[in-house]
């Protein structure tokens, strides 16, 4: 099986969680998981054959002196290993926009090879989220989106990692992390590319 944006990758349970952005970088290929689904883990293997195809190599960042965390650290940073199987050929090369540009517009999920159109509603607000252990931390700076036609399931259980695009698929505007209250919430991709690859002006991004 490919590994491209929108394939399905499992943790040592099974919990799945699904490849948004791929970043290559050096000569190797990175994409994210949910922080919450890999909790104490760092092996990533594809869904269905079992496959290693990847490790984390992205820790917490220091916890500050209250609970609220940059909503970056709600992603784990995966580099795969080179044997894995990336096919990208008919995914668009991305750039990262800024959230706030689309603030009341529409965006698009990727689900699989097809995406579903929704509508940016929210930026820099804070999300509470649970972890397998029963912690509840809270992240500041994710965006909120909401599916853009009533009766339209936006994302499943196993979505987290999700490409959130821009309707011409020219630019990524974030990854789907979690959802509270009807909102869909997310980690903006400038965000991420910020805080992963600093210093890097020139990265494929495939989503």
Known sequence: MAVSPGSIVVNAAGRQSTVGPLILCEGNWYTFVPAHTFQG???VREA??????GEIVSRRLP??????RDITDALRLVRLFSYAPVQV???PRVRCADPLDFLGEQVLKRDGIATISSRLESVDGPFAMAATDGEVTTYLGAFGIEPEYEDVVLAKDGDGGASIISPGGGELVGVLIGIADDTY?????DMLMARYFPGFENLEVVA
């Open 185 to 189: 919430y997310c980690v903006p991709g």
């Open 41 to 43: 883990e760092r092996k």
């Open 48 to 53: 269905g054959t079992g496959l290693l195809i």
């Open 89 to 91: 050929a008919h995914h």
């Open 63 to 68: 916890k500050a002196s209250d609970t609220r």
